[in-house]
């Protein structure tokens, strides 16, 4: 038997890139403070660091979308030493020093990497983070799911579903994307498909865990969903089967088949693909103040409404969205003047505006815009942005299909001027700029229940996600080029599918004749986190058990009430609240399963600079698991003791050295 000596045992189950943000910066910690040994546990059946949905063996047409500047996994810049925690090269920077082979060296900081190359950059972090571990810390990688945690003696007390028991003194929960069980309307279209041979039927999940090897050459094939996704679907079917892309004597991108490709039919409630991103012209330790959504504006707004409601909480409508369109107004203006007259009257046009929203004199502003030449120009409007074909009639697809053309063109054109020199580019990035202070006022209730769900998550959600979120520019060729192409059909706005004897029938109530039969529908849409429908065992064991509940959206004496689907905790350092109302101090939760109790949270990178939100989260976490702990440490049983080999203590069934390649998950 091993000789048992006392040390702070913690587990990460979940090690994608929230988990080995939490990792890297445990590692920090550890190397400021060395001390009594501790022993940390990570739970992933994909690569380290990669975990399944940025595994490395994807295809390499699935595109990121943030621009490879603007990420990086380790919380302090490159240094003149080694990388490890706390000093290591941003993703660009890796590829451009042959990281991911001479291929992408010259992507450049404002280019999008394939999934894949990031797959490849997390492994790679998580084998410096352990080459580079202080002496005192053993790292343990377990190719294995938890499935089983119980509250034992003051402990945890885990097991994988290799059999693995592993007790541990603190658990970190970031699983990640979920695999949710079918709803009434999917499970009647898996059943429509299971008793027809020629029918399929694909749920929703990330484009390279989807089954799309079956989809015949020519067939008839319908798509749910226009969003990135989609795209990814789109490219499988397409370039994944011999097509390219090449461009035309005029400029334009042209699609050049494959000779394998199905005839594609997609459709949305919007009608549209993604609004492109602007070519990204931000440096990468770019940050933005907000000039509106303030700290001080929303803590006026929460004295506001306790005055008047006797809560805090806000009305989206009422107390943020005008602060977000005052945001987006702001740089729509500044940009537009900046473009036409100079730097010196954008920063007058700026401070007029500033001082004028403040004060609520609007007639001044409109004075300043006539003396610079700008007074026609219609603001912009978020909803008729994201929402282009609301209220709009074709009379058949062709019609559709010249007004799709000509949007997705203008939308192109406006990308290609960039998200600082590009007036409504500059506009729509500056949403993605201030999610932070976006959370700051819907977190952990900051809303009123009905305003949550309604107005926030079912109105403002969806179009912040289609003017902000978009893809890369390029791909908004590439899907116009296959429109042109007479590859890709979009079916029209509204979306309507129902099953039909032949398979599924896809229509727009918005566009005459649009009706198509398909035989194979994929659903492109990722499935929204909800604790009651993940399939996971560890989920539903924690849920059944108590240790870990849904938190519910609710205003004291006002009858309002919201299930949200997200695990309930804490504020930072995010505790995990049970059955019972209280909050596990040994248990925490971090990122995905937490969608709607906080928001964004699929993020899946931190950025060079100052410690972002995504690292901070991470290092929330980590000061809380250490601090006392190792003092107060107690023996760990002999279950958890292996011979040494390497770098790391190696379980020989499902434990993977550091440096090994293992393939797929």
Not at 59 to 80: C, H, I, Q, R
Not at 155 to 172: E, I, Q, W, Y
Not at 299 to 328: I, K, N
Not at 619 to 626: E, I, P, S, T, Y
């Amino acid at each position: 038997m091993s000789k048992i000596h006392s040390e702070l045992v913690v587990a990460i189950a979940g090690l994608g890139p929230r988990g080995l943000s939490v990792l890297e910066r445990l590692l920090v910690r550890l190397a400021a403070r060395p001390g009594p040994a501790v022993s940390i546990w990570v739970f992933d059946p994909g690569e380290p660091g990669a975990g399944r949905i940025w595994r490395p063996d994807q295809p390499e047409w699935f595109l990121m979308n943030t621009a490879a500047g603007e990420v990086s996994m380790y919380s302090g810049d490159a240094d003149d030493g080694p990388p490890r925690a706390g000093a290591g090269p941003s993703l660009h920077e890796w590829l451009a020093a042959g990281g991911a082979g001479p291929q992408w060296t010259d992507l450049g900081e404002s280019g999008y990497a394939p999934r894949a190359c990031y797959g490849r950059y997390l492994r790679e972090v998580f084998d410096n983070l352990v080459a580079h571990k202080p002496d005192h810390v053993t790292v343990h990688a377990v190719r294995s799911r938890v499935e089983h945690v119980q509250q034992l003696d003051g402990r945890l007390r885990l097991v994988t579903r290799s059999g693995r028991v592993v007790f541990a003194d603190k658990l970190v929960l970031t699983t990640g994307h979920p695999v949710t069980t079918p709803g009434a309307w999917e499970r009647e279209f898996l059943d429509h498909a299971a008793g027809r041979p020629d029918v399929r039927y694909v749920r929703g999940d990330s484009a390279a865990d989807l089954d799309l090897a079956p989809v015949r050459a020519g067939e008839a094939v319908g798509i749910l969903g226009l969003g990135l996704t989609f795209l990814d679907v789109v490219m499988e079917l397409t370039v994944g089967r011999g097509g390219g892309f090449e461009t035309g004597p005029s400029g334009e991108l042209r699609y050049r088949p494959g000779g394998r490709e199905p005839r594609i039919f997609a459709g949305s409630r919007s009608g549209l693909p993604m609004l492109a991103r602007g070519v990204n012209q931000k440096a990468p330790k770019y940050r933005y103040e907000p000039k509106f959504l303030t700290h001080g504006a929303l803590a006026e707004a929460r004295r506001r409404a306790r005055r008047e409601t006797g809560s805090a909480q806000l009305d989206f409508r009422r107390d943020v969205l005008p602060l977000l369109q005052l945001e987006v107004e702001h740089v729509y203006y500044t940009t537009l003047v900046r473009d036409r007259a100079g730097e010196e009257a954008a920063g007058q046009v700026a401070r007029i505006h500033l001082a004028c929203a403040r004060r609520k004199r609007s007639e001044v502003f409109e004075k300043a815009l006539v003396e610079f030449g700008i007074a026609d120009t219609a603001p912009i409007d978020l909803e008729r942005t994201a929402r282009p074909f609301s209220g709009r009639h074709w009379a058949d697809p062709a019609e559709f299909r010249r007004h799709v053309l000509d949007l997705l063109r203008d939308d192109l054109a406006e990308a290609l001027q960039g998200n600082v020199h590009g007036p409504v580019k500059a506009a729509l990035d500056i949403l993605r700029d201030l999610r932070g202070a976006v959370r700051a006022a819907v977190d952990h209730g900051g809303l009123r229940p009905r305003s949550h769900r309604d107005d926030f998550l079912g109105w403002f959600t969806p179009i912040n996600t289609m003017v902000s979120a978009g893809p890369p520019a390029g791909r908004t060729a590439q899907v116009r080029a296959l429109v042109e192409a007479g590859v890709l059909h979009l079916v029209g706005p509204s979306l309507g599918v129902r099953p039909d004897p032949g398979g599924f029938l896809l229509d727009s109530p918005q566009v005459d004749g649009a009706a198509q039969a398909v035989t194979t529908l994929i659903d492109a849409r990722i499935p929204r986190p909800s604790v009651r429908q993940d399939a996971s065992p560890l989920t539903r064991q924690l849920l059944a058990d108590g240790l870990i509940s849904e938190y519910v959206n609710a205003t004291p004496g006002a009858g309002e009430a919201f299930a949200t689907g997200a695990v309930s905790t804490t504020r930072a350092p995010f505790h995990a609240v049970g059955a019972d109302g209280r909050a596990n101090p040994d248990l925490y939760v971090l990122g995905i399963p937490t969608e709607n109790l906080r928001w964004f949270t699929q993020i899946g990178n931190g950025r060079p600079g100052p410690l972002s939100a995504f690292h901070a989260d991470a290092d929330a976490v980590a000061g809380d698991v250490l601090a006392g702990a190792i003092a107060a440490a107690r023996t760990s049983p002999a279950e958890n003791r292996f011979a040494l080999d390497g770098a790391f203590r190696i379980d020989r069934r499902p434990v993977c050295p550091a440096g090994g390649d293992h393939g797929r998950r």
